[in-house]
């Protein structure tokens, strides 16, 4: 992941991995943390910074395309905690 300049938006990454598939869901989790994403819910992961390149090649790697969602994201209430997680400003 290339950006680290904070455009004041936030990437939502949403998956829905079958059971089925567990080691996946399991490894996307685990490449997302490693890169610093925050689990703000089971399977809703937040990231402040440009990362659709390095999701695109990980949802090929996995074969999970039509499983996982991304999203950027403009505002999302109450994100002073967030912003404080990732060092952000907390205008």
């Not at 689990?39 to 090649?57: H, K």
């Amino acid at each position: 992941i290339k950006s680290r300049k904070w455009d004041k938006r936030y990437r939502l990454v949403m998956f829905d991995i079958p059971e089925k598939r567990k080691k996946t869901r399991e490894r996307l989790r685990f490449e997302m943390e490693e890169v610093g994403f925050l689990r703000i819910q089971d399977s809703a992961w937040l990231y402040p910074f440009d990362c659709e390149e390095f999701m695109a090649l990980l949802k090929a790697a996995l074969h999970i395309g039509k499983d996982v969602l991304y999203a950027v994201v403009e505002e999302i209430e109450n994100d002073k905690w967030i912003r404080k997680h990732f060092n952000l400003p907390l205008e």
